[in-house]
């Protein structure tokens, strides 16, 4: 059996391009502290560490991130102690 023809002509191509964008990216991100949860003495100061895409900064699953060696994750501080001074 002879195999299809596409009438004639140059040969056609055995492999093309695909995949021509970059894999997407995921980071860590720690925004910053917020206010002494306290108005005097000891406190806490809270902030958000989340995972974002690289490209479009959206925030998504932190499984996205579980992988990636940034030292957030190595010691996520989602608290700071604080201290404004005795009441």
């Given at each position: 059996a002879r195999p299809a023809s596409d009438g004639g002509g140059a040969k056609p191509a055995v492999s093309v391009d695909c995949n021509q964008?970059?894999?997407?990216?995921?980071?860590?991100?720690?925004?910053?502290?917020?206010?002494?949860?306290?108005?005097?003495?000891?406190?806490?100061?809270?902030r958000?560490?989340?995972?974002?895409?690289?490209?479009?900064?959206a925030y998504v699953a932190d499984s996205f991130c579980l992988s990636q060696t940034n030292p957030v994750l190595a010691a996520p501080v989602y608290f700071e102690d604080c201290d404004l001074g005795p009441c």
């Open positions: 964008f970059a894999c997407e990216k995921y980071e860590w991100y720690a925004g910053e502290f917020g206010r002494c949860s306290e108005p005097c003495d000891p406190g806490v100061r809270e958000d560490v989340v995972c974002r895409s690289t490209t479009t900064q």
